[in-house]
């Protein structure tokens, strides 16, 4: 049988990247994958502190992203939805890949590159760099392969790292006979939703202008407004050509992948012929975001509150994840010679 795991950093309400590129597929995958596929959702909390965290909002980001989960429609009966600190199964796999993961590797993951920031060019600012933000990639690796996952479904920003995930897996294999089936990345079509204000970077929670991303539980009215001031261009008319016109083709794709169109130009062709302008186009775009999103909102503001509810949800949630990685763990630690 199959297992799919995925994770989400409580960094954050989850955006319509998350969203498309992600979140959404998980919930096809809950109701289309045969009864047999154990399905595992993880709020990768530990991740989230590789760069610095107020504690009091980490907290607070944790519940509104269970919260988030829940609203979406992950069933917490059919799956495993857990926080990743309450299993520590998935740090301790996590040294033993360490003990095999080159740095040379590491040091090649363009996230790395681009979270250090400047500091990874200047070898003068190496003291800032922080050792956690560095293996990221290894406790992503130990979160997949602790549950022996067949399946991960991410958006494309994660592909490098699952393709260490990998390696690592395959050179444990090699070294300590078979122990880890090799994960296979699962794509979403929407790949890579864009910024609203920088559309030729990805949109993201940590992007300091909250004018570029649409969060799940926006209003539909701040919905409306954060798209009237996505950044387009002065060209006329409108085409899908995301290098020449990357705002104006994000929101096509935005708007097809919310309709479950998959045909971009075909998109873009039947609002040129509507003599669609810029403002007609993001009023559409808006429609069907706040459409898609409306269920969401509904249940994401009941559940919210209802603290008893959300932990009980995280305690249960830990225990089956528990279950499911302490096996493999144990098989790991017989492979090394540990026990
Ligand atoms: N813009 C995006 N388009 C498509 N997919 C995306 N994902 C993230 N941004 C986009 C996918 O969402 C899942 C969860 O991502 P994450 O929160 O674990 O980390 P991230 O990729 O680093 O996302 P953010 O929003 O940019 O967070 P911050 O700013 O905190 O780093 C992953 O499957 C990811 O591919």
Redo the contacts with the bound molecule.
Sequence with gaps: SQTIF????P??I??L??Y????RKWIFLQRDSPPDTNLIFCL?DL?ALTLPQAPAQLLQWKRESLATLLAIGLDPGRCTVFEQSRVPAHTELMWLLSCGASMGMLNRMT?WKS?SGEAVKEATSVPALKLGLFSYPVLQAADILVHSATHV??????VQHLELTRTLAASFNHHYGPTFPIPQTILSP?????SLRHPTT??????PDPKSRILLTDSPSTIQSKLASAVTDSIGGITYSPAERPGVSNLIEIYAHMSDRSDFDAVAAEFQDAGMNMKGLKEKVGEAVVVGLEPVRRVYERVVGESGYLDEIARKGAEKAKESAEGTLERVKRAVGLL
Aim: glycine share 14%; no cysteine.
């Design positions: 995925s994770g989400i950093q960094t954050g989850p955006h990247g998350n498309l590129g992600a979140l990768v991740h996230q979270k479904p991410v958006g494309e920003d994660q929407a790949k890579r939703i864009m990805k949109m993201s929670k940590s992007a």
